[in-house]
């Protein structure tokens, strides 16, 4: 049996009690953390909420190596941790799909994730985003076009772009310099972005919103990560109105739709 567990958005505590009791009771207990990470909790704490050993995987244990967890899963109960929600925004569909190929029972129990807490937090629309994207730090004379690509489309049809800020090792993107970047992408592609917002810490006591144009956000200190970038389209009322009062939004020259 494979289970595959979302840890939800900020630490320890933000598991369900069904996923806590699967865990406990579990066999053999990986962790990925390469998608996404609890940054309010280390392993020892995890560890020590679970009873158990965790076994940490990289991108390649998960995408390119899984038999260890498939052979624990095929004599056991393997369970598989993800921090959020385990099928969102991550590649671990593949992993479900070899493990039924293998003919091994698998269950998802479900958790807070970062796709529907920026919602909460922002005001913008669940049904108001369009295609997401991931924005990797550019390496030398690398810089993909492909975000600024997605978020110009999504606002030609006025809707929001999520935009994912890359987790390398123990580096992680912060709004302002993910603005910086695409603010970059933007000059060569020729398109312009009149209003971001930025997210950080979703889950945690503090998590910080601020919405504006490029130069106000580029030098917020939104402290520690995780860190989240949305593009809106041309605002509602009301996101307009729960930006203003949430996310330091100043009344201004932004599309209203
Ligand atoms: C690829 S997504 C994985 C989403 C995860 N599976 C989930 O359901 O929440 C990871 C990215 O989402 C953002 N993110 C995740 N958790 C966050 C949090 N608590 N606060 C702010 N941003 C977060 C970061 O940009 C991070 O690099």
Excluded at 40 to 53: M, N, Q, R, T, V
Excluded at 68 to 78: K, R, T, V
Excluded at 115 to 143: D, I, T
Aim: charged share 20%; with cysteine; glycine share 6%.
């Amino acid at each position: 049996m494979l289970t595959f567990i979302g840890l939800g958005l900020f630490d320890e505590t933000d598991i369900s009690l069904k996923g806590l009791s699967i865990i406990r009771e579990a066999d053999a207990v990986f962790l990925e953390t390469y998608t996404s990470r609890l940054m309010g909790a280390d392993i020892p704490a995890l560890e020590s909420l679970y009873g158990k050993p965790l076994r940490l995987l990289s991108r390649e244990d998960v995408e390119q190596h899984p038999d260890p967890i498939l052979d624990a899963a095929e004599i056991g109960s393997a369970v598989f941790l993800t921090a959020g929600d385990t099928m969102v925004s991550t590649t671990h569909a593949d992993l479900r799909i070899r493990a039924s190929e293998r003919g091994i029972r698998t269950e998802i129990v479900h958790a807070a994730s970062i796709a529907s807490a920026v919602c909460g937090l922002s005001g913008l629309q669940n049904y108001r985003f369009g295609k997401s994207c991931s924005l990797p730090y550019p390496e030398a004379r690398w810089m993909p076009t492909t975000p600024v690509e997605v978020i110009a489309a999504n606002l030609s049809q006025n809707l929001h772009t999520l935009v994912y800020l890359d987790i390398q090792n123990e580096r992680y993107m912060r709004v302002p310099e993910a603005i910086w970047i695409i603010e970059e992408i933007c000059l060569k592609l020729d398109v312009t972005i009149p209003l971001y917002v930025g997210i950080a810490r979703a889950g945690s006591k503090n998590p910080i919103v601020y919405a504006g144009s490029a130069d106000d956000l580029k030098f917020v200190d939104f402290g520690p990560p995780l860190h989240i970038l949305i593009v809106p389209a041309a605002l509602h009322m009301m996101e307009r109105e729960y930006l203003e009062r949430f996310a330091n939004l100043t009344p201004g020259n932004y599309p209203i739709s």
